[in-house]
């Protein structure tokens, strides 16, 4: 081949992964929509996993060196909010969740009880510096950032 | 043959360059100038990763405790929405955030006054303007604004802060819904 043509493929090949996905979010996108959020100020790259029925989300954020942490909780909060089943782009793979289960267990040092599941959501959600939002569409669009359970953070922006 | 393939090359990327020195004559890079006003002015690009749509928020806020003006689009029409954004903080009283806050806004100040010193607001301007056939306009800058929020598909909202909650409230291209708005 060629040399310019192999300069060519790699440029090609370096603009096409710029926008890609984290190998690490790739299954979550057959039960949520990933988003990609760019900071075009600063140039910082978060990522952002919705789960939405009927306009109102769930979403979760964080940067790019927390993706599979990102991921492993996206498949533990779907499991255990079965409410936003029925919207998710393709069906829970068990196999995934019990993936994700099974490497935080091991990880965090959650015991094998009832408890196990939330224990390892807790960690991860700490571990992966994770932001969740509450998006409701009402009169008005309202984004607000909640606390781990979905609950109101009183006090203002930084 | 090599050497030949090698000259054509040079020849393009040469000829590029004056094309791209040329359109950089005749317009500022709206978005670079904005840049240097971050406590003003947001730029966040959002893809979703499942269909590859990708849009473009530009917010400019009096301060972070206070509610800002945001414009969003398809991010195939960011560039000529930086531009509106742009021309909206220079010349729309709108959108002219810090002037009519209790607590100016020092960024919006210095954007607006850099835009006017060095005659970046004027350049943006000149160019829609011949771009869009606006000089024999009763109002040629309205004329601008107008052209770039309809070319651009501006969607723009109010963003209201409270705590640790944004409301979007609609407020159309004239900023209509705007509580503190003038």
């Not at chain 1, 990880?107 to 700490?126: N, R, S």
């Not at chain 1, 939002?133 to 669009?141: E, G, P």
């Not at chain 2, 269909?51 to 800002?68: E, N």
């Not at chain 2, 909202?157 to 003038?182: K, L």
Request: charged residues 25%; hydrophobic residues 35%; glycine residues 8%.
């Amino acid at each position: 081949m060629k040399p310019w043509i192999c300069l060519g493929v790699l440029v090609m090949m370096a603009g096409a992964s710029a926008a890609g996905i984290p190998p690490a979010l790739k299954s979550t996108q057959d039960i949520a929509h990933v988003m990609e959020i760019e900071d075009l100020m600063h140039g910082t790259v978060l990522y952002r996993v919705d789960f939405c029925e009927k306009g109102d989300c769930d979403m979760f954020q964080t940067d790019a060196a927390h993706v599979q942490e990102l991921a492993d909780y996206s498949q533990l909060f779907l499991d255990t909010h079965p409410d936003y089943l029925n919207a998710t782009p393709k069906q829970l793979d068990p196999a995934a969740v019990a993936s994700a289960l099974s490497r935080g267990a091991k990880q965090y040092g959650c015991a094998p009880d009832k408890q196990q599941t939330q224990c390892v959501m807790h960690a991860l959600f700490k571990a992966g510096k994770l932001k969740r939002y509450a998006l409701l569409q009402k009169d008005a669009t309202e984004y607000e950032e909640v606390d781990e359970d979905g609950q109101y953070i009183p006090g203002g922006y930084d | 043959m090599r050497s030949a393939r090698a000259w054509s090359i040079a020849g393009l990327l040469v000829m590029a360059s004056w094309m791209q020195a040329g359109l950089a004559d005749e317009k500022p890079d709206t978005l670079a100038l904005m840049k240097q006003y971050p406590a003003f002015v947001e730029a966040i690009r959002t893809t979703d990763l499942n269909d590859r749509a990708a849009k473009v928020r530009i917010t400019l806020c009096r301060s972070k405790h206070d509610h800002c003006e945001a414009f969003e689009t398809d991010a195939g029409h960011s560039g000529t929405m930086a531009d509106y954004a742009y021309l909206c903080a220079v010349y729309d009283n709108d959108c002219r955030h810090g002037e009519h806050a209790k607590t100016k806004g020092k960024n919006a100040d210095a954007l607006i006054q850099e835009a006017k010193d060095k005659g970046y607001g004027q350049a943006v301007l000149d160019y829609y303007t011949t771009k869009y056939d606006c000089a024999q306009a009763k109002d040629p800058t309205a004329c601008v604004l107008h052209k770039l929020y309809t070319t651009a598909g501006v969607h723009r909202t109010i963003a209201e802060r409270d705590g640790h909650t944004i409301s979007y409230v609609e407020a159309g291209e004239d900023g209509e819904g705007d509580p503190f708005g003038e």
